[in-house]
């Protein structure tokens, strides 16, 4: 298996994991750009950015939406209220 292939096996595991434990309304805090702490709400269940799977493409990145927050951010910069990461 290719470097490549790891690399999106752990961002799929990522996505499940979160998934499983996390339902769409969970009270969150993301790390900004800026490098600021929000907290927020999530408005979707993780997925992977750039996934068709009509054609077979996993994607390659996992990311979930964010009350108040335009577009998408990295899953790993997102912790649920009281998780430690």
């Known amino acids: ?21 996390h339902p769409v309304g ?17 408005r979707s269940a993780a997925q992977m950015l750039g996934a068709e799977p009509s054609k077979n493409n996993p994607g390659h990145t996992a990311v979930i939406f964010l009350d ?3 577009g998408c951010y990295l899953l790993s910069r997102v912790r649920a209220k009281g998780e430690v990461g």
Do not use: F, H, P, Y
């Open 1 to 21: 298996m290719s470097i490549k292939q790891k690399l999106i096996n752990a961002q799929l595991a990522a996505v499940a994991a979160w998934n499983e434990k």
């Open 26 to 42: 969970t009270e969150v805090t993301v790390e900004l750009d800026s490098g600021e702490i929000r907290a927020t709400t999530t």
């Open 68 to 70: 108040g927050i335009s």
